[in-house]
């Protein structure tokens, strides 16, 4: 069983940054993709960036792309989302997701817990 366990969320003014983590225990963390969602009071779960098991290929959402960096960690078992030029439509709860195989399309199958980011105008 996979735990995924985000940490980085508070609150920033708009134009700001901020660095989410995800750190995974339970399974050999190079063997699956990890991905990065998102879901707003009032709206569903939405996508926001996903990464191969070796970094190699990513996928950015276009509300996204160009503001946030994803990368990941296999030695500790981490993954992580910079997030730059922060808008108040970011404002979301964010969750770590873990993909059932090496690539973003075979699914997501584990969850975290969500960290909260906030984006004051």
């Known amino acids: 069983q996979v735990q995924l366990v985000e940490s980085g969320g508070g609150l920033v003014q708009t134009g700001g940054s901020l660095r989410l983590s995800c750190a995974a225990s339970g399974r050999t963390f190079s063997s699956y993709a990890m991905g990065w969602f998102r879901q707003a009071p009032g709206k569903g779960r939405e996508f926001v960036v996903g990464i191969s098991s070796s970094g190699d290929s990513i996928n950015y959402a276009a509300s996204v792309k160009g503001r946030f960096t994803v990368s990941r960690d296999n030695a500790k078992n981490t993954v992580y989302l910079q997030m730059n030029s922060l808008k108040p439509e970011d404002t979301a709860v964010y969750y770590c997701?873990?993909?059932?195989?090496?690539?973003?399309?075979?699914?997501?199958?584990?969850w975290g817990q969500g960290t909260q980011v906030t984006v004051s105008s």
């Open positions: 997701a873990g993909y059932l195989g090496t690539s973003i399309f075979t699914g997501v199958r584990y």
